[in-house]
Every structure is written in structure tokens, then in C-alpha cells.
């Protein structure tokens, strides 16, 4: 299944494999595509810069009209910051310790900027990391909708939310993150879940006294299932897309937007090649129930079904062809956020041509 | 399970989490246990330095009598080379294509190169790199010895070669990797398994009139049952050592020399806590036999049941004290190699106190 994006890799000789390229034209069209459904449905897009890390892909999502962006760090805040981002979320629960409150407060005087807690000591200790800003953080109050991951049931948010307020921080809402979509079947109802308890934990904070005007969910595989009172989604993957967005059923191969160009450097069988792309350019990431480690759609969808750091061992299907030792390919990672944290920069091709190279500006922004 | 690394953790409030830390006290013994394996089974160990990509920890392993260091690419090469290491093998079957060749001859000019190949059109392509280049590189052709990655099978050597030999290059032996000793109980039948293959392969270079000194194998898990007949081992993980190691029971916990320093950022429920260190920055390798995404040794040796990009989930073993929201605890990683590629630095502590800053010198050194 060729895509308009496989089709330019001779205008790619100029680039040193493996090295991740992102097809400008497909990933507009998936971004547009996202800023139209949330436009449609009313709800505010706050896209999670965690996939790109990119300041041009950020850029591109704003000018779709995209109410700030997410981000996971304080480390991702400020690269976005620096980049002139002035509306930021840092959905996680933040540790606002002595290596992050100066950091908090900096960004507090740059950017509206947004905070998620999900414990008492935590949004105390947000308090006092920024107490004295001239204007402190919103603080949004983590759900548990059903992954069991970080945040507290809905009927605990008040009790978070109450410390916070003591501590001076204004709370606006609540959000969550719907991760046990990520299952074949499952993002309908993880979408469901994630409403449901999105409504009832804006009830108790209503209930408590305060506004709860933000109720932020959303994932890229839950995104078209978007539930009622939902007000603000948070994709990020939806951007590139990747192997398990196709494995989901949220998109189809055409829609990937991302892919390591590879060489065939080995063929040592008559029905397996080697390609230079391993873990350390897709990334590692390999759900239970995923077929394989990549696809590569120019062989007939084959499937990366052995990943080494440097290797990826590609069994070739009935009726592919075998490509010779020195030939490119591209591969679609599994998961495209821990790829493109692995490297410096994106190829970005447009009409068969690199048009740009994207620094990865946050790179390993861990922190 | 305690380690003297895990006892020093006040002396680390310094850093920021989520952060890779290395013990030197360990990563010294390590270093030098394998260095006197080596010695004492008459076989060179040339450690493969995709495991650290860090000057430091070669130096060191240098100064303990390795031959040489193993790397994975091109680009690992030219670190090492910059950081003044003469002897450098590419294990691993490189593509000599435009972007290479030019590099390779540099690097041909200023360090004692010898390089990977496992197919006729790869050692011609290498061949035409090199060409005029005034110390042609070495080359070791790759056998399969049972994971069925790269590398051609014992009978299929002598054709590389020759086409290597024609190209104007040296043949000097033999090289394999026993992946397939990753699994628990596999790592002594890997180890025979190669030990015979290399044997085999060289014996059909000799007859076909090569004189095959090298006999390059090895891997951490194999290493203690090397085989008779390897004069060459390359293991890179023992180093530092990993949850996997432990798993295959190849070290203990008390052996582990880096773990990622975390932060509980989430106590949601009285069974759980959430560590900020994810698949960010412990990589996200998983292989199907094993139990968990990594080890919280301080927490009765506690499992990372489910690893986001950000989060760990821990679940709390029976009789585990529960840590609060803000403790910091360390991890250790399942496949350290990628752990390490995702960072800039590695904190270096000796004796309960961060002695230095490591750079992690080829990260994402994947060219």
C-alpha cells in the first residue's frame, strides 16, 4: 500500500538512514482533520506537543486554531515557551520540588500556564513552588477514568482541589487520560468512561464551591468518540500517527504521516531482510497485543516482527518482493512519541523533496 | 534488596528526576570481573560500547586491557575516534553507501578499523567506499549462529569473503552475536551454538585459503560460557547490567551499576504509586518472558507492571511500606543500552556523592 510519502524516497537519497521523515502534506491534512472535528463538536484542542516536540508542529497546530498546547514536563513548557507557545498545560502531576519551582514560577510570569495535580502534597507543594508569582498557575485536578494510572477517583477531587485552593492556586477544572483505549475495541468505551467520570468529578468540584469551567480528556484513539461535557481534547499522536493507530483502527496506513527511512543491510534468507532501523529509531514500544514492531508498507505491509537495537528482522509476506541489500524502505514505527524522542531532528518532505529539517527541540525533555 | 548505590540517595537531592545514575563502585567491579574473565580464558574482550556511548566508561575499560571497543554504526565510531580510541570494530554489517563512504575512509586513516559484512553487495560497496583509502579496513564476515537476525551461515562465508577479498579488502576472521541467549535458560546453549558456528565458518575460510586469526563472539549473558575456539568477546550490557540480566539470572540486583533516580508524583490508591521515570527514560523494552518494565529494588524489589512515557505504574508488593508522594527511589531499567541512549548525561556517583557528570557522548549516534 504505497502512500503519496513512499512514493518520493528517491528524492531522499540526500539523507544518512535510518532518519525519521514526515510527509508535510499528510500530516497537515491529520491535523486539519482534528482541528475540524473539535471545531464541529465544540470542544477546545490543546494538542499534546509529547509526539512532536517540534516547534513547526506546534506552529501548524495554533494556526489551525488550537487553544494552547499540552505538554508533559516542565522541561517541555519551557522549550515551547522559548519557542513563543503562551498558553501551556503540563498534564502530569507535577513535583514541584527545589529543581522545578524557580522553573514554575519563571514560566508563571511568560505563560498562561496551567498545572495538573492529583494529590494533596502535590498541590501543596505547588503552592509553595510558586507562591509570590505575579500570576500563579491554573491547576486542573487528575482523573482516574479507568487506565489506573495516575490520578484519583472522581469523589477525591474535591479534597485535592481544597489543599490547592488553601495553597493559593486557582482551580479550574479537571482532566484525565483515557490510556486503556489503547486496546483493540476498546477506545469507545475508554472514550465513555472518560466523560462519564470527567462529569461526575466536575459535580463534586461544583458541589465543593468551585468553577469547574475545563473538563480536558481526549486521546488520538478516543478523539472521534469524544463524549458529552467533554470541553477540551489532548491528542497528540494524531499529528504522525503510527503502527498502532493502524492496529487501532483509528486510521489507515495513508494517514501515517511519519516513517524511518531505512536500508535493507542484510538478506541473509530467501524470505527475511534486515533493516538498519532498531530501537533506538523506532523506539521499543510493543503493546501485548500489537502483530509486530513496524510496518513496512512497501512490502506488502510486512511486518517488523524482531527489533535489535541497530536490526529490524522483516519476514517477507507471500507475493512481496524481495529487495536487494542496499535498498530503501521506509518502516512505520509502533509508536511514533518515543521514535521521535530519539532523535535530533525531522526530514520534513513536501512534493518529493526535503523542504525543511525540524530540530526535535525538545528532545529528551524529561524533566 | 538494598545496593550501596540505593543507600546514597540523599546525597543525590542535587538532581533533577528523572535522571540515569551510574554507581562506580559497581560499574568498577563489573568492569574488571569481566576484564579477568577474559584474561583468564585467553580471549581479547573488546566491549561493545553501545551500552554506555560514553568516553568515560571506555577509558576504563581500555585501562583494564580490552583490546579495542566493539560499536554498532558509523557514527559510534567517529565518537570514539574523537575521544582518541585507535581500535574500533563495526559489528555490524554496514551499508557503504554515499553518506558512509567518505567517513569510512576517514576513519580508516586514523584508527585500526575493521568492519562488518555478511553479504556479497555489502563488502563490494565497502570495498569502492575505501578504495585509496592507505590503510584499507579489516573485515570480519557475520555468521548466523541461531537468532536468525544478520549474518549468513557457516557454509556461506567463503563467497563473502571473496568478494570482500576482490574488493581489496583484508579478511582477517569471523564474527556472531547469540541473541537468541536472551531468554531465560538459553544463555548456555547460545553460547555453544556460537562457539560451533564460528568454528565452522572458519574453518571454510581456511580452506578456502584465508587465514581467519578472529573468532569474534559473545554477548553479556553468554560471556561465562564462552565457548572454545572464541578468541573475541563483545559483551557491552555487563557494564552497567540490567533488570533483563537479573531476570536471566546473569547478575544480581547488587550488581545493577545505573538506575533511572525517580520521584513518586502519584500515591492514588493504597496498593499503587506513580514514579516519573516512563518509557522516556527507561526505554521501552519488553521482551514476552519477562515479568515487568523494570525494578524498584527499595520496594521488596517491587515490579513496573505498566510503563507510559512519563509515568511508571508500581504496583506494592505484600509487605512493602508504601512511599509517599515526592520520595524518591531509584529504578532499574530492563535493557539499559536504550535507557542510556535517551539521556545527555549520566550522573557518576562514588561514595554517596555525585563525582561527576558523564556525557553521554554518541547518543542517538544511529548513522
Given at each position: 500500500v504505497p502512500t503519496p510519502f513512499l512514493e518520493s524516497l528517491e528524492s531522499l537519497e540526500s539523507l544518512v538512514t535510518p532518519a525519521l521523515v514526515v510527509d508535510v502534506a499528510v500530516l497537515d491534512r491529520n491535523l486539519a482533520a482534528m482541528a475540524q472535528h473539535a471545531a464541529a463538536g465544540g470542544v477546545a484542542l490543546r494538542p499534546?506537543?509529547?509526539?512532536?516536540?517540534c516547534l513547526q508542529v506546534a506552529a501548524r497546530q495554533l494556526s489551525l486554531g488550537a487553544a494552547g498546547l499540552s505538554v508533559a514536563t516542565v522541561g517541555e513548557a519551557e522549550v515551547l515557551a522559548d519557542g513563543g507557545i503562551d498558553d501551556l498545560f503540563i498534564a502530569y502531576p507535577v513535583w514541584a520540588d527545589a529543581g522545578r519551582a524557580g522553573r514554575l514560577r519563571a514560566l508563571c510570569e511568560r505563560v498562561r500556564l496551567t498545572v495538573g495535580v492529583d494529590s494533596p502534597a502535590g498541590a501543596a507543594a505547588l503552592g509553595r513552588a510558586v507562591a509570590g508569582a505575579g500570576s500563579p498557575p491554573e491547576v486542573l485536578v487528575e482523573v482516574d477514568c479507568g487506565q489506573h494510572r495516575s490520578g484519583v477517583g472522581p469523589g477525591a477531587v474535591a479534597g485535592v482541589a481544597r489543599v490547592a485552593d488553601d495553597a493559593g492556586l486557582r482551580v479550574t477544572g479537571v482532566f484525565s487520560f483515557p490510556g486503556h483505549a489503547y486496546r483493540p475495541g476498546a477506545p469507545p468505551g475508554a472514550a465513555a468512561d472518560e466523560a462519564r467520570a470527567l462529569g461526575e468529578a466536575a459535580s463534586v468540584l461544583t458541589d465543593a464551591g468551585f468553577e469547574p469551567a475545563v473538563r480536558s480528556g481526549g486521546s488520538t484513539p478516543t478523539a472521534r468518540h469524544t463524549g458529552a461535557g467533554v470541553t477540551e481534547l489532548r491528542p497528540g499522536v494524531y499529528a504522525f500517527n503510527d503502527a498502532q493507530q493502524v492496529w487501532l483502527g483509528t486510521c489507515g496506513i495513508d494517514d501515517v504521516a511519519l516513517c524511518a527511512l531505512a536500508t535493507v543491510v542484510s538478506a541473509p534468507a530467501p524470505d527475511r531482510v534486515i533493516l538498519d532501523a532498531g530501537s533506538k529509531i523506532l523506539g521499543a514500544d510493543h503493546p501485548d497485543w500489537a502483530p509486530g514492531h513496524g510496518i513496512v508498507p512497501a512490502l506488502n505491509g510486512a511486518l517488523v516482527t524482531s527489533l535489535s537495537e541497530h536490526h529490524a528482522v522483516v519476514p517477507l509476506p507471500d507475493g512481496a518482493r524481495r529487495p536487494e541489500v542496499g535498498e530503501r524502505l521506509t518502516v512505520v514505527p509502533t509508536h511514533v512519541c518515543n521514535a521521535v524522542n530519539l532523535v535530533d531532528e525531522l526530514a520534513a518532505v513536501q512534493d518529493g523533496d526535503v523542504l525543511d529539517v525540524w530540530p526535535v527541540a525538545a528532545r529528551g525533555a524529561n524533566r
Amino acid at each position: 500500500v504505497p502512500t503519496p510519502f513512499l512514493e518520493s524516497l528517491e528524492s531522499l537519497e540526500s539523507l544518512v538512514t535510518p532518519a525519521l521523515v514526515v510527509d508535510v502534506a499528510v500530516l497537515d491534512r491529520n491535523l486539519a482533520a482534528m482541528a475540524q472535528h473539535a471545531a464541529a463538536g465544540g470542544v477546545a484542542l490543546r494538542p499534546h506537543a509529547k509526539t512532536h516536540k517540534c516547534l513547526q508542529v506546534a506552529a501548524r497546530q495554533l494556526s489551525l486554531g488550537a487553544a494552547g498546547l499540552s505538554v508533559a514536563t516542565v522541561g517541555e513548557a519551557e522549550v515551547l515557551a522559548d519557542g513563543g507557545i503562551d498558553d501551556l498545560f503540563i498534564a502530569y502531576p507535577v513535583w514541584a520540588d527545589a529543581g522545578r519551582a524557580g522553573r514554575l514560577r519563571a514560566l508563571c510570569e511568560r505563560v498562561r500556564l496551567t498545572v495538573g495535580v492529583d494529590s494533596p502534597a502535590g498541590a501543596a507543594a505547588l503552592g509553595r513552588a510558586v507562591a509570590g508569582a505575579g500570576s500563579p498557575p491554573e491547576v486542573l485536578v487528575e482523573v482516574d477514568c479507568g487506565q489506573h494510572r495516575s490520578g484519583v477517583g472522581p469523589g477525591a477531587v474535591a479534597g485535592v482541589a481544597r489543599v490547592a485552593d488553601d495553597a493559593g492556586l486557582r482551580v479550574t477544572g479537571v482532566f484525565s487520560f483515557p490510556g486503556h483505549a489503547y486496546r483493540p475495541g476498546a477506545p469507545p468505551g475508554a472514550a465513555a468512561d472518560e466523560a462519564r467520570a470527567l462529569g461526575e468529578a466536575a459535580s463534586v468540584l461544583t458541589d465543593a464551591g468551585f468553577e469547574p469551567a475545563v473538563r480536558s480528556g481526549g486521546s488520538t484513539p478516543t478523539a472521534r468518540h469524544t463524549g458529552a461535557g467533554v470541553t477540551e481534547l489532548r491528542p497528540g499522536v494524531y499529528a504522525f500517527n503510527d503502527a498502532q493507530q493502524v492496529w487501532l483502527g483509528t486510521c489507515g496506513i495513508d494517514d501515517v504521516a511519519l516513517c524511518a527511512l531505512a536500508t535493507v543491510v542484510s538478506a541473509p534468507a530467501p524470505d527475511r531482510v534486515i533493516l538498519d532501523a532498531g530501537s533506538k529509531i523506532l523506539g521499543a514500544d510493543h503493546p501485548d497485543w500489537a502483530p509486530g514492531h513496524g510496518i513496512v508498507p512497501a512490502l506488502n505491509g510486512a511486518l517488523v516482527t524482531s527489533l535489535s537495537e541497530h536490526h529490524a528482522v522483516v519476514p517477507l509476506p507471500d507475493g512481496a518482493r524481495r529487495p536487494e541489500v542496499g535498498e530503501r524502505l521506509t518502516v512505520v514505527p509502533t509508536h511514533v512519541c518515543n521514535a521521535v524522542n530519539l532523535v535530533d531532528e525531522l526530514a520534513a518532505v513536501q512534493d518529493g523533496d526535503v523542504l525543511d529539517v525540524w530540530p526535535v527541540a525538545a528532545r529528551g525533555a524529561n524533566r
